[in-house]
């Protein structure tokens, strides 16, 4: 359980975020042509897995494209946005804004996900959506680096999380 804020307010979030060192859990989400995506589909590659609300925000749209544009340097390496936003409109988003260095993931059918991953909003307006938090895994899905950003509204650390793919 941990407490970040929206616009200052604060704001509950649920379940265990993983640390450094931890093993990520599995888990299964849904993919842009509906299928079920699970971790193990990235086994053997290192993992960016930037998880927020919603596409459609601004700050979300900023960090989608962000790890875009740093994804495609990275070798060995894929970065999951992870969004409760349908797959209709996550590849409606990456299409218009040209985005191709990154993959789409819903919690439309992953709702364990958000406990699992210590970022399911509990309480506020945005409550059933995720936290904005960055979870990096090594090719063995072990944590190299996590951070639940604190303001909701604010951008994660880009330079640390891909700092952390070494």
Same mark, same amino acid.
């Given at each position: 359980?941990? !407490?970040? &804020?929206?616009?200052? !307010?604060?704001?509950?979030?649920?379940?265990?975020?993983?640390?450094?060192?931890?093993?990520?859990?599995?888990?299964? /989400?849904?993919?842009?042509?509906?299928?079920?995506?699970? /971790?193990?589909?990235?086994?053997?590659?290192?993992? $960016?897995?930037?998880?927020?609300?919603s596409i459609d925000t601004p700050t979300c749209a900023t960090s989608v494209r962000r790890f875009n544009e740093k994804?495609?340097?990275? %070798?060995?390496?894929?970065? /999951?946005?992870?969004?409760?936003?349908?797959?209709?409109? !996550?590849?409606?988003?990456?299409?218009? %804004?040209?985005?191709?260095?990154?993959? &789409?993931?819903? &919690?439309?059918?992953?709702?364990?996900?958000?406990?699992?991953?210590?970022? #399911?909003?509990?309480?506020?307006?945005?409550?059933?959506?995720?936290?904005?938090?960055? $979870? $990096?895994?090594? #090719?063995?899905? !072990?944590?190299?680096?996590?951070?639940?950003?604190?303001?909701? #509204?604010?951008?994660?650390?880009?330079?640390?999380?891909? #700092?952390?793919?070494?």
């Amino acid at each position: 359980m941990s !407490q970040v &804020t929206l616009k200052g !307010q604060p704001v509950q979030v649920d379940g265990h975020f993983p640390a450094k060192g931890e093993h990520a859990p599995a888990f299964s /989400l849904v993919g842009k042509d509906l299928a079920d995506v699970a /971790l193990a589909s990235f086994a053997g590659k290192r993992k $960016v897995l930037n998880i927020f609300p919603s596409i459609d925000t601004p700050t979300c749209a900023t960090s989608v494209r962000r790890f875009n544009e740093k994804a495609s340097q990275i %070798e060995n390496a894929v970065v /999951l946005c992870i969004s409760a936003d349908l797959p209709f409109a !996550q590849a409606r988003f990456c299409g218009a %804004e040209g985005l191709s260095n990154v993959v &789409t993931l819903s &919690t439309l059918r992953g709702h364990d996900f958000l406990k699992n991953y210590g970022v #399911a909003i509990a309480s506020g307006p945005l409550a059933g959506l995720a936290a904005r938090a960055v $979870v $990096v895994l090594d #090719a063995n899905d !072990q944590v190299v680096h996590s951070e639940m950003v604190g303001e909701i #509204a604010h951008e994660p650390n880009y330079d640390s999380a891909l #700092a952390a793919l070494g």
